[in-house]
């Protein structure tokens, strides 16, 4: 249904936006941007009409039944439920925060099936950074040419910037402290099943030099029991792929039948977290001359028979296993380095800036291993004692921590890391404060694009566009509409 109304101060401009009426008295939004979209949801910025302040919502794909008593989706309650009881004393989770959730006829899908259908529409704490892939792609890029021309993009023709180590240290210090919460904090742990780098999102503050990285998405997360059951229903018996077994959402990265799933630090993706922290380290010490590590990460679903195997080999063979750690000879100096070498074995054999700086790039890489070693480590005990929760984060968080807390010291005063943050701060803080709604133009681009498609069409009127059997016109901000913005929105004229 069309709603038609006029509207001053909202933009500079005369044209039409996109505004979506809640279900809280008084409570408005207007259409910004697209963000994304998934297997599940679409994603889209919006703006409260009272406060300006920036929200993102999230439109299910699928309609459900209008009822009071409908199940909320599985990401609100997973919410929930982390909110409510999972939490570790000294470590500070940070997962999006759900605003609100709610559930709002959907009119035109309602008359046509003759079923009572609602859209399932839920607002988010916006995220200004984007998120972690955003940032690392273009590192990603440089390092693998033969990755962009395979993705028909191209490599970085001029070197980029490097990342600076303090920022990679506090990305590895916010995600480990959250599953940390995760696994450890509640009465049984909760996966996220889907933890990728797209998942991870960055906020900037005016304060702050560094953003905070948070952990969104968690429409396929599963408790530890939730997850044991899928090993088994989602389980292949007797050759029946598994497209045709019970119903049900499949989550990525199933466990083998009645192990334990794998932590979320190792999946079966091309920007799992594990990929993404080598290339970022990678680029963070680049000029040091340590090269690259290459993370002892096995296979996410390796068979029960190889893992037994590899355990009574380490068993019997302890000091020639192929990952076994070596400490490093460098012996550490109680002078430098604020007690951070002391503890990992490491320290320069002076005190001038240099070393300091090289030893900032060898705990970083040395941290990347050590994710390496606990991956694998993990794997051992998904099979073996799948009753057991997966190894703890602590130690990577303790050493991160520290390690960004110095290197943010001898950082924050040069001038490629004033550049770095400046450019991407900037950016961030204006999507956030000086963005304004979207609006329509009948001259604008969106309104040509529309029309040169009409014209194509035979026996049309390239001014309407007709809707399906009804042949009711339709104007062209309702074509854009219908077409980028989800979700139950009217059209809603303004005048500059």
């Known amino acids: 249904m069309r709603l038609i109304k006029q509207h001053d101060e909202l933009a500079p401009e005369p044209g039409y936006v996109y505004r979506f009426d809640s279900t809280i008295p008084h409570k408005r939004y207007y259409f910004v941007s697209k963000l994304g979209h998934g297997v599940q949801s679409h994603a889209q910025l919006v703006q409260d009409r009272e406060t300006s302040l920036k929200v993102v919502q999230k439109v299910d794909r699928k309609l459900c039944p209008s009822a009071l008593d409908h199940d909320e989706p599985a990401e609100i ?26 559930q709002v006829v959907a009119y035109q899908e309602t008359e046509k099936s003759g079923r009572h259908l609602s859209y399932q529409v839920s607002y988010w704490k916006f995220c200004n950074g984007g998120n972690l892939y955003g940032l690392v ?6 390092q693998r040419p033969w990755l962009a021309r395979s993705q028909n993009g191209t490599a970085p023709q001029a070197p980029l910037p490097k990342l600076p180590i303090s920022l990679v240290a506090r990305a590895i210090r916010h995600i480990c402290e959250t599953l940390e919460v995760m696994y450890q904090g509640g009465d049984e742990a909760v996966y996220h099943c ?6 991870i999102f960055l ?8 953003p905070e990285f948070y952990i969104g998405d968690f429409g396929m997360a599963r408790t530890a029991s939730q997850s044991l059951l899928d090993s088994r229903k989602f389980h292949p018996r007797n050759g029946i792929p598994f497209d045709q077994q019970p119903q ?30 080598w290339s970022m380290s990678k680029s963070a010490t680049r000029d040091i001359g340590y090269g690259s590590v290459r993370l002892p990460v096995p296979r996410p679903q390796a068979h029960r028979r190889d893992l037994v195997k590899q355990i009574a080999q380490q068993k019997n063979h302890p000091t020639t296993s192929r990952h076994r750690h070596k400490p490093n000879p460098v012996c550490a100096s109680p002078d430098t380095c604020n007690g951070l070498s002391r503890s990992w074995g490491y320290g320069p054999n002076s005190s001038c800036q240099q070393d300091i700086k090289d030893t900032h ?19 051992l005990q998904s099979v073996l004692q799948p009753d057991l929760r997966p190894p703890s984060l602590a130690r990577i968080i303790e050493v991160a921590g520290i ?41 604008g681009a969106e309104a040509k694009a529309i029309l040169k498609k009409a014209l194509k069409r035979p026996k049309r009127n390239p001014f309407e566009v007709y809707r399906g059997k009804s042949d009711e016109p339709e104007s062209l901000e309702e074509v854009w509409g219908r077409e980028h913005v989800a979700g139950p929105w009217r059209v809603v004229q303004v005048r500059a």
């Open 137 to 142: 792609s273009p590192y990603i890029m440089e």
């Open 203 to 210: 906020h900037w503050t005016k304060e702050d030099p560094l």
């Open 77 to 102: 309650s997973v919410l929930r439920r982390l909110t409510s009881s999972h939490r570790l004393a000294n470590y500070q989770p940070r997962w999006i925060t759900l605003l609100h959730y709610e």
């Open 248 to 277: 049900g959402t499949k989550p990525p990265g199933l466990a083998p039948e009645g192990s334990r799933r794998r932590w979320d630090l190792i999946m079966d993706h091309d920007c799992n977290l594990t990929k993404t922290f």
């Open 361 to 379: 790039a060898r705990l970083l890489l040395e941290l990347i291993r050590n994710l390496g070693f606990l991956n694998q480590n993990d794997q």
């Open 403 to 443: 390690l960004e807390e110095e290197a943010l010291q001898q950082e924050q005063h040069t001038r490629a890391f004033k550049e770095f943050v400046r450019e991407r701060k900037e950016k961030a803080l204006f999507q956030e404060f000086e963005s304004i709604p979207f609006v329509f133009t009948r001259d």
């Open 194 to 199: 889907d933890l990728h780098a797209s998942n």
